[in-house]
């Protein structure tokens, strides 16, 4: 079976579960690492036991090894600049992580660029891999709770953190369905100001092609359901449908009642974000993106068409709270200024008291 050569930029938190996977997939091969912290790179390589060239200038790297497969773990504004990267020296695929960039006009840019040069991106939504979560869409697929007409996400962190996963996720519920208009609300600065660069909290809905009603309450206003030391983990997703309803959450408790559960409500609990992390839900993820590799019929649930779609809703609620109407779907008009830029221009700084997030906290307790 086939082994793709692949190279790493990044050997950070998330670098290292961009490294394991892949080599626990037994599909890839990797050829090279690069980061600036040669030190780090260093402890890193010797950790996965990794006998490949260590870089700290990724054009290089790419030059030199000319992988098959570039991964990438970058903040999102140098996205774009990694896809140009992969154009220049013939990438066949890159993996990247969420949001895809900080602006609607380059996530478009890079979206041609894969169209234009046969690449095959998946942006990292991995939580679909989280095992409640194939609960939650096996008994949708099953048509437990029949036609599915109205999905509800919560999530406390915000939308460049957590609100791109769960839209992600609100389409693939939904059978893939793209979304014909939507509309927002949206207020705060403070994490516009943040490496992933998004207001503090947003409102909105969205109507898909085959009828489903999808709305999205993101940030820290949103419902929560863990209490507020577990923010960071504290995201729903819940589908209903003409027989019943299903939900899942980051945390791994999940929901259903449907007409296979006798007019009971089933509650269930998984392992958690945090032992799925451990259990590594991005080797499924790795290996689904192989099969891709193969076969371009097996085309990954994390493409960078289904990703840069879910942009596109949360771009469209943004433009619709700034202008305070409803915007339809695709948006083929980029000649204005990035909606971050101009909610910083015209939201109030209200002083917002956000709750920290990704700051040390600890699971709860996982289920024996």
Not at 44 to 72: H, I, N, R
Not at 119 to 131: D, E, F, G, P, R
Not at 198 to 219: A, Q, R
Not at 333 to 343: I, T
């Amino acid at each position: 079976m086939q082994k793709y050569r692949t190279v790493v930029l990044g050997t950070g938190v998330r670098g290292r579960t961009h490294i394991k996977a892949p080599l626990e997939s037994g599909r890839f091969e990797i050829v090279g690492l690069c980061d600036l912290d040669e030190p780090k790179m260093r402890s890193v390589a010797e950790e996965f036991s990794l006998d490949c060239k260590l870089y700290t200038d990724g054009e290089t790297m790419l030059k030199e090894q000319k992988p098959d497969v570039f991964v990438f773990l970058t903040l999102p504004n140098l996205r774009l600049s990694m896809i140009e990267l992969a154009e220049k020296y013939g990438v066949r695929a890159v993996s990247l992580e969420k949001p895809m960039a900080e602006s609607l006009q380059e996530a478009k840019q890079m979206l041609e660029i894969c169209r234009r040069a046969n690449i095959k991106a998946v942006v990292c939504h991995q939580q679909k891999y989280l095992s409640q979560m194939q609960e939650m869409k096996k008994r949708i697929d099953d048509g437990e709770i029949g036609e599915v007409t109205m999905i509800h996400v919560n999530t406390q962190p915000w939308l460049a953190q957590l609100g791109t996963h769960y839209v992600d996720y609100a389409l693939w519920a939904a059978g893939g369905s793209h979304a014909k208009w939507v509309i927002g609300h949206a207020h705060g600065t403070a994490t516009l100001a943040d490496s992933h660069p998004s207001p503090d909290h947003i409102l909105g809905e969205f109507l898909l092609e085959n009828g489903v009603k999808v709305y999205l309450d993101c940030g820290y206003l949103s419902t929560g359901h863990l209490g507020e030391e577990y923010a960071d983990i504290d995201n729903r997703i819940c589908v209903y449908g003409t027989h019943g309803y299903v939900w899942a959450e980051t945390d791994g408790y999940w929901g259903a009642f449907t007409k296979a559960t006798n007019g009971e409500l089933l509650l269930g609990k998984n392992p958690g974000w945090y032992h799925h992390q451990e259990k590594q839900i991005q080797t499924p993820y790795y290996i689904a993106y192989a099969q891709w590799l193969d076969d371009d019929s097996k085309v990954h649930d994390c493409n960078i068409e289904i990703s840069y779609h879910g942009y596109e809703i949360l771009e469209g609620m943004c433009l619709g709270a700034l202008n305070h109407t409803r915007v339809d779907l695709p948006i083929t008009d980029f000649n204005y200024e990035p909606v971050f830029e101009q909610m910083a221009k015209v939201f109030p700084d209200i002083g917002t008291k956000l709750r920290v997030l990704y700051d040390g906290k600890k699971p709860r307790k996982e289920a024996d």
